[in-house]
């Protein structure tokens, strides 16, 4: 990705936080969520610590190493054209030599925000002291600065989520640290933890900037965390879970009973799609009467999938030849097993474009 494009993902990624309207911010764990979450119409994507680490085979808490969770970061900044926020925990170093070098090497792997937290790795549920964590996120500014990538910074803060200090004081503390990291140069402060919609009305009205909250149970909607003036809600590893989850159901089913449902269900997404959605092909789009679109007639970019979502057209694949085409279907057949008997002639590409999906 050239700087100019990054630079410009980056300010319209700030925009998604000026609170018009409150960004729901899915996070992904490897190249194909992040790719499904685009294709659904998110207007930016996140990576989870917990999902990458557990992916990788490690527990969440930096138990991963720093090159090994750039190395993902890389690898969906690559696949994306939404903007990608990049979770690196509290920066992969405890200094600010370190920390500088984690912010450029993620800028080189093409995101253009951070979730940077507060908390100290191996302590006791221990916070870096507000002075250390202002300064963290000062160095974490003025370095994206030199490289010339604006960085969204998503200052977190564990007051609430690690239960720091007296419960009547947590919601002072934490506004504290808010204001002050948002006057050090963060865009935005994620405040994980609190689901009570009283408690953040007052976070809100007392943090001068965009606060962001993550989906636990009893958090209220999307909507209603907007009127409470909420900038971001983001899912934090849930949906990985809830992935892992619909795997463990479909191991039962297979072991206990020897049968498939999970996996030959109507709605499964199909082979021919994943891969679709991996290999950066371009879309061309319809109308429903089968006319090619005016706009865009053709998506020149590589996450073509972000596209798909769009009411307005039908989505249709190139085929392999630039001038013949597949016939047009929906994103909602395209994700479908009805296009498992385009995915049965993948060894054909002859077969494979007189088909369509």
């Known amino acids: 990705m050239d700087l100019a494009t990054q630079r410009q993902k980056a300010e319209t990624f700030r925009k998604l936080h000026d609170r018009s309207r409150i960004l729901v911010l899915p996070n992904a764990w490897d190249v194909t ?9 998110f207007r930016a994507v996140a990576t989870t610590s917990s999902g990458v680490a557990n992916s990788l085979g490690y527990p969440d808490g930096e138990s991963v190493s720093r090159d090994e969770m750039l190395d993902v970061i890389r690898r969906i900044a690559r696949g994306l054209t939404v903007p990608l926020s990049a979770d690196i925990e509290a920066g992969y170093a405890s200094g600010l030599d370190g920390l500088t ?9 093409g995101a253009v925000g951070i979730n940077l937290e507060d908390s100290i790795k191996g302590g006791a549920n221990e916070l870096f002291p507000l002075e250390t964590a202002v300064a963290r996120i000062k160095a974490v500014r003025e370095t994206a600065a030199a490289a010339g990538v604006p960085i969204v910074i998503n200052a977190r ?10 419960k009547s004081a947590r919601l002072d503390h934490t506004v ?15 405040v994980p933890g609190p689901t009570n919609a009283e408690l953040i009305g007052s976070l809100t009205s007392a943090i ?3 606060i962001n909250v993550m989906v636990l149970p009893g958090l209220p909607s999307a909507p209603e965390l907007q009127k409470l003036g909420v900038a971001r809600v983001s899912t934090g590893g849930g ?27 109507p709605d499964l997404i199909s082979h021919m799609v994943i891969n679709l959605f991996v290999s950066n092909k ?46 047009p279907c929906s994103i909602g057949t395209l994700i479908s097993s009805a296009s498992m008997t385009a995915d049965n002639s993948a060894a054909s590409p002859r077969r494979r474009n007189s088909t369509g999906p």
Do not use: M
């Open 239 to 265: 949906p990985a879970r809830a992935a892992l989850t619909a795997l463990r159901r479909l191991a039962k089913e297979l072991l206990e009973s020897g049968t498939y449902s999970a996996f030959v269900a």
């Open 101 to 109: 070098a984690t912010i450029r090497a993620v800028i080189d792997a």
């Open 33 to 41: 969520s992040a790719k499904i979450f685009e294709a659904a119409g």
């Open 176 to 190: 504290s640290r808010a204001n002050a990291y948002h006057a050090a140069g963060a865009d935005c402060v994620f």
């Open 282 to 327: 371009p879309f061309f789009f319809f109308s429903s009467s089968g006319r090619r679109a005016p706009r865009p007639q053709r998506c020149g970019y590589r996450g073509n999938a972000s596209v798909a979502s769009r009411s307005r057209w039908e989505l249709a694949t190139i085929s392999v030849s630039e001038n013949r085409r597949q016939r």
């Open 157 to 166: 803060t564990d007051v609430f989520l690690h239960a720091i200090g007296d």
């Open 208 to 210: 001068k900037g965009p």
